[in-house]
T-cell receptor, first 113, second 106 residues
Framework: GAGVSQSPSNKVTEKGKDVELRCDPI?????LYWYRQRLGQGLEFLIY????????KSGLPSDRFSAERTGESVSTLTIQRTQQEDSAVYLC???????????FGSGTRLTVV | KNEVEQSPQNLTAQEGEFITINCSYS?????LHWLQQHPGGGIVSLFM???GKKKHGRLIATINIQEKHSSLHITASHPRDSAVYIC????????FGQGTELSVKP
């Protein structure tokens, strides 16, 4: 596609349910980041994929969070047993390779009620 | 100290005013981005800079690599410019500033 696509753009879920957020990077982009922004706060690093290397998961806040990416394809961020504190905008960005000019998705707004 | 610092954190302006938002960083970078986030949360990429200056409509972005500083200028500001403006740098990893919340009053 022409840009980084995230879906859904908005998601409202009940506390305790699992959610899956999707990021479609630009074709051929090997580097992919997930960030989140909780209300009134800055963007917080979650996870980084670079090609077939082991992902940098150091930003995942708890074991309820996981992310997958196969090769250079779609990435999914899964949050299990959602809590109200998980409410945030989740942002994906991809790049041809590290430090090569990132393209940003428009984000997914997650609201846990 | 954060690796990317933006100032001011909040800014209120009257319609028509010239606005400047600043971004200073402490790491070596290959590129700097300015992003715009509207109240609904959606993020739009405004500029990617590695040197010099770029202009798009009423928006101008400049970067001084030696001083590790970038500015985003908005000329003839309008209430629809009200948003959070975020600076992000690519320096080994992608690092975001805390954002500047701009409110333009009619």
């Amino acid at each position: 596609g022409a840009g980084v696509s995230q879906s859904p753009s908005n998601k409202v879920t009940e506390k305790g349910k699992d959610v899956e957020l999707r990021c479609d990077p630009i074709s051929g982009h090997t580097a992919l980041y997930w960030y989140r922004q909780r209300l009134g706060q800055g963007l917080e690093f979650l996870i980084y994929f670079q090609g077939n290397s082991a992902p940098d998961k150091s930003g995942l806040p708890s074991d309820r969070f996981s992310a997958e990416r196969t090769g250079e394809s779609v990435s999914t961020l899964t949050i299990q047993r959602t809590q109200q504190e998980d409410s945030a905008v989740y942002l994906c960005a991809s790049s041809l390779r590290a430090n090569y000019g990132y393209t940003f998705g428009s984000g997914t707004r997650l609201t846990v009620v | 100290k954060n690796e990317v610092e933006q100032s001011p954190q909040n800014l209120t302006a009257q319609e028509g005013e010239f606005i400047t938002i600043n971004c200073s960083y402490s790491v070596g970078i290959s590129a700097l981005h300015w992003l715009q986030q509207h109240p609904g949360g959606g993020i739009v990429s405004l500029f990617m800079l590695s040197s010099g200056k770029k202009k798009h409509g009423r928006l101008i972005a400049t970067i001084n690599i030696q001083e590790k500083h970038s500015s985003l200028h908005i000329t003839a500001s309008h209430p629809r410019d009200s948003a959070v403006y975020i600076c992000a740098v690519e320096g080994g990893k992608l690092i975001f500033g805390q954002g500047t919340e701009l409110s333009v009053k009619p």
